[in-house]
């Protein structure tokens, strides 16, 4: 996952206890503009200038606490820097982390040549290794001994004598006996890695980008496979690239298919491109094929339609879309990844010139094009979803006269409550955008191109009209591949797996961890086994409703099944060849009480000291991080209209500014919490608490 935005909201994002590991390597207060250029004549760079070291390290403040409310209490956090602000780093870490959770400076040793500088010259950066919680994940690593180590010594086994002394042990003849194989040594905190220079084959051209080496051993020493990384400040992207490298297989010979000639854009980017905000086309391609190729070793064939799948035979047959020739491909793993088309309503006049859609960079071209061709003065955007918004946006800076219409009763209905939607909608029409709700689109008229687009309501003259009105999924080649589907839609487990599967034949052990629901009872019946190799242990430790057992224990006599454990004894198994039954121990373990109990109290410490509601069985699960601001107020209340509307009119009717806020619903209750910028006064909780509906009124900092 990669979100282009400021690493503060990227971050507010994602939930609280989420984030495995973090890796961070912030600017370093040099006070300088970083700039490289690379051999394509392309500039990367950034500015590392600030007004002064305290607004430097509020910047890195703000962006911590939001860190460590993600990180799981297991998880770590590694910050990168030189000597420039070490030291206050170190004593900002401490603040936000606390000191007793610091585990290493880790110093990262390189050599670098120069004869310009006067005093000793740099070689080494810091980076601070500090947990969550003394719960921390750690895999010891080890490194080859010293030359200078005597490894005759190292490597005998030694025992103590009468006297409590150590000594070598012998064997019989009086020859010392060798010790078990050695790992090796522990990895220290002091790394000798290489420095990047700028020819170095992995330089993808930004200038303070990282060694992938580097990144690798802290991901080896903090993560196990299957965890969650973040990198709050991407850079190059090293830590994305070194953790796919750690978990990839190089001897998998892996082909894209992909019908588009771009396999990576920034699709929030297009409305941009149309504004001129972004001023070039390369600024929106994440990765080209051959970039993504020589990084992956991937195969990757554009402008190519799948046209159909065959399980059977595990082919895929696509078209090349330049030459018209069709072709199979073999796969012995399938990853369906089509993606969507924009939704086209049934409605007349959409083949007219100047009627666009927002999926792909020509899309945005032809937008951009048009408009910088004098032929668009009016448009109409269908859409008052986000993609919908930024266009119109960015067509009213242009200086369009641009209406946006859609169907439900406010713009982006998925994501607001009827309340913010019409503030948007005010902003929206101070902007010069003119919103207009429970409009159906009901066709385009024009001379060969838009003159007029109709609604339900009433017809508006336009030069152009842009759908963003949702998309349908890619997957009409699938039809007749026996994949089961919804709607379009592919139906899945909760591994992404379709009912076309081939894993039950490669598996010497199948355990089922599944709940007992409607759709997964009797799972391991007939058929399911009818796909496995003979002689397979099947394992099931989750409910005995999940197996039809009178197909397992014919599996048994046949010997298609070499054994069934379980931990359900019933009559049935209890007794049979092959069934080996155990008690039913449960989870009430010491170890899961002790975590229970820790978690509880974490959590009850979080909503005492931050508002913050996780896991609970009545009240909604709300999550606003540790409050930055001078004030934080809860309120719990019912979750009915207006009530955010009359919150916000106490604030400004006394003068106080809400810099953030967030509203979640659970039944008829509702919970609110509001930072606001002055410390709250016992009068405006009065006045808080005086609303019809209100429950109560909580001041959690202030």
Not at 182 to 198: A, H, R
Request: net charge negative; hydrophobic share 40%.
């Amino acid at each position: 996952m990669l979100i282009q935005d400021d690493c503060l909201n990227g971050l507010k994002t994602l939930k609280h206890c989420t984030v495995d590991m973090i890796y961070l390597d912030p600017p370093f207060f040099t006070q300088k503009q970083h700039m490289l250029r690379s051999a394509a004549g392309t500039v990367y760079g950034f500015s590392d200038v600030w007004s002064s070291r305290g607004d430097y390290l509020a910047f890195l403040k703000e962006r911590l606490i939001e860190m460590r409310r993600v990180l799981k209490d297991t998880g770590s956090i590694f910050l990168h820097c030189d000597s420039t602000s070490s030291h206050y780093v170190r004593l900002l870490l401490d603040e936000v982390f606390g000191e007793q959770q610091f585990r290493s400076e880790i110093i990262w040793s390189y050599k670098r040549w120069s004869n310009a500088k006067k005093g000793l010259l740099s070689g080494h950066q810091t980076i601070f290794f500090y947990s969550k919680s003394s719960r921390y994940k750690f895999n010891v690593q080890y490194g080859t001994y010293s030359p200078t180590t005597n490894l005759d010594q190292i490597l005998q086994e030694r025992i103590r004598n009468a006297d409590g002394k150590v000594i070598y042990k012998r064997d019989e003849r009086g020859n010392t006996v060798p010790a078990k194989e050695k790992q090796g040594v522990p990895m220290s905190d002091v790394w000798e890695i290489p420095f990047l220079n700028p020819k170095a084959k992995e330089r993808t051209g930004y200038p303070t980008q990282k060694p992938i080496e580097l990144l690798q051993r802290i991901i080896r020493i903090s993560t196990d496979e299957g965890d969650f990384i973040a990198d709050p400040f991407c850079g190059s992207g090293s830590t994305l690239v070194a953790a796919k490298l750690l978990r990839e297989n190089r001897d998998c010979e892996v082909t894209v298919l992909t019908k588009g000639k771009d396999i990576s854009y920034a699709g929030c980017g297009l409305p941009y491109y149309v504004g001129g905000v972004i001023q070039d086309r390369s600024q929106l391609i994440v990765n080209t094929p051959e970039k993504f190729a020589g990084l992956t070793g991937a195969r990757v064939i554009t402008q190519t339609e799948a046209l159909a799948v065959h399980p059977a035979e595990h082919k895929v047959t696509a078209r090349d879309l330049s030459s018209g020739q069709e072709q199979d491909y073999g796969y012995d793993k399938l990853v369906i990844a089509t993606g969507a088309s924009p939704f086209l309503p049934p409605v007349p006049g959409l083949e007219l010139k100047n009627v666009f859609v927002m999926r792909t960079p020509d899309d945005a071209i032809a937008l951009r094009e048009a408009l910088e061709a004098g032929e668009i003065k009016r448009a109409v955007v269908a859409g008052g979803g986000f993609i919908g918004l930024e266009v119109a946006e960015n067509l009213a800076a242009k200086g369009v006269k641009t209406t946006v219409i859609d169907f439900a009763p406010h713009v982006l209905p998925n994501f607001l409550d009827p309340e913010m939607s019409e503030f948007v909608e005010n902003r929206m029409a101070e902007a010069g955008v003119m919103p207009l709700t429970n409009v159906a689109l009901e066709g385009v008229e024009g001379d060969g191109k838009v003159e007029k687009v109709l609604t339900s309501k009433r017809a508006m003259k336009a030069d152009a009209l842009v759908l963003a009105i949702g998309i349908r999924p890619n997957t009409a080649f699938l039809e007749g591949s026996g994949i089961e589907m919804c709607k379009g839609t592919i139906l899945t487990d909760a591994h992404l797996r379709t009912n076309v599967e081939d894993i039950y034949a490669q598996c010497d052990y199948i355990t089922i961890h599944v709940p007992l629901l409607d759709s997964t009872r009797g799972m391991l019946n007939a058929d399911a086994i009818s796909k496995m190799k003979d002689g397979v242990i099947l394992l099931n430790f989750a409910r005995d409703l999940l197996a039809n057992e009178a197909d397992v224990l014919e599996a048994l006599k046949s010997g298609k099944v070499a054994r069934y454990v379980s931990d359900f004894p019933n009559p049935t198994t209890a007794g049979q060849k092959g069934c080996i039954v155990i008690p039913h121990l449960g989870a009430s373990t010491e170890e899961s009480e002790d975590n229970c109990a820790v978690m509880a109290v974490e959590e009850m410490m979080d909503y005492l000291e931050n508002g913050n509601i996780r896991n609970s069985v009545n009240s909604p699960a709300c999550d606003m991080g540790i409050c930055t601001k001078a004030g934080r107020v809860a309120i719990f209340h019912k979750n009915i209209a207006n009530m955010i509307t009359k919150f916000t009119a106490e604030f400004g009717e006394k003068g106080i500014n809400i810099s953030d806020m967030t509203n979640k619903s659970r039944g008829e209750v509702a919970y609110t919490m509001l930072d606001v910028e002055e410390a709250p006064t016992e009068e405006i909780i009065r006045a808080l608490e005086a609303i019809q509906g209100v429950f109560r009124v909580r001041i959690v900092k202030g």
